[in-house]
């Protein structure tokens, strides 16, 4: 059955667990047994007739460079694995139009990004207050605010992971007709706190009305008070794209970390998203490996390994 013929919805089912088998029957019975217990229900979520998410449909190409992957199984500590991944957040930056200042690194989603950049903006909230809190722990920092219009629900789950809580998350009126932060009220916001730096989360693209944050005047408002500029453009940064809709991001390239997922528009296999990080050395401080001798890299290849939550 192709793909546009498989229904791109199906009601939920449930079936008794497999138990684990004494002996292996080997990989072709194997994939004849996927084939006969799962293959009628799964959904088409990649075919031209799914319209329930913003799900990518994984083109020839992209496949074929997932086969790669597996197929080689590299570490992300190799040397040219490294070299791989900088070279695509290289032409990332390009596809994007993006300063070479932003350093980029993949991870499994939105939702991983959107946690890096934070992660990362708590570390500057902590370094503008003269705390460390990758040394001595987020209690040192003391409440934070994250102040952002229409926040993903991946923005909240960020700050509980981050040790920060969903109540440091303050969503901020909208523009009439809009998802669209209101500039005005964020800015009354802002000068209510002016002892304290805060986080606000930009969006390029509301999950429900694919607003757009005007970007530019977040930037001139952190020109007059003191904020980390993170930008979750889950699938709105591929605006910058189109010469009809690269309006909608001005401003993006001077964010302090971007969040994006290329299992979208961009059309890879789940997972894949990207961070891009204007500042290094505050998400290594963050994510290195620290009492791992074996794991440090005296090369110039950048150690990926030491800027996200994962290690391989």
């Known amino acids: 059955m192709r793909i546009n013929e498989r229904p791109a919805g199906l009601p939920p089912t449930t079936h008794p667990l497999l138990d ?8 072709c019975a194997a994939i004849e047994a996927f084939a006969a217990r799962y293959y009628d229900e799964l959904t088409a979520s990649a075919g031209p007739r799914s319209f329930g998410y913003v799900v990518g449909g994984t ?14 199984d590299q570490d992300n500590g190799e040397g040219m694995t490294a070299h791989l991944e900088t070279e695509a957040m290289h032409m990332l930056r390009q596809l994007f139009r993006l300063p070479d200042d932003h350093t980029g690194v993949f991870v499994s ?8 950049g934070l992660a990362t903006g708590r570390e500057w909230l902590g370094q503008q207050s003269g705390v460390h809190v990758a040394q001595d722990g987020v209690a040192a920092l003391g409440p ?3 102040l952002s219009g229409r926040p993903h629900s991946s923005i ?10 969903r ?11 809009t998802e669209a932060i209101d ?56 605006a910058a794209c189109s010469p009809i809709y690269s309006a909608l991001v001005e401003g993006l390239g001077a964010a302090d970390s971007i969040a994006v997922d290329a299992h979208k528009w961009l ?46």
């Open 109 to 116: 989603g939105d939702t991983m990004a959107n946690v890096v």
């Open 20 to 27: 684990l088998p004494e002996q292996g029957e080997g990989g």
């Open 183 to 238: 500039p005005d009220v964020l800015e009354r916001l802002l000068q209510e706190h002016t002892d304290k730096p805060c986080i606000v989360v930009g969006n390029a693209g509301t999950v429900n009305a694919t607003s757009f944050d005007d970007l530019e005047t977040l930037v001139r408002l952190r020109e007059k008070h003191n904020f980390w500029l993170h930008v979750d453009s889950a699938f709105g940064l591929f």
């Open 156 to 165: 909240y789950k960020a700050a509980t992971m981050l040790g920060l809580g």
């Open 267 to 312: 059309n890879v296999p789940y997972d894949c998203g990207v961070v891009f990080i204007r500042h290094p050395d505050l998400q290594r401080d963050v994510f290195v490996n620290a009492n791992a001798p074996y794991l440090r890299n005296a090369s110039d290849v950048i150690d990926y390994m030491n800027r996200t939550p994962e290690a391989s």
């Open 167 to 177: 109540s440091a998350v303050v969503e901020v009126p909208y523009l009439p007709q």
């Open 59 to 72: 083109t020839p190409a992209a496949v074929a460079g997932d086969w790669l992957t597996a197929a080689f």
């Open 144 to 146: 934070v605010r994250i």
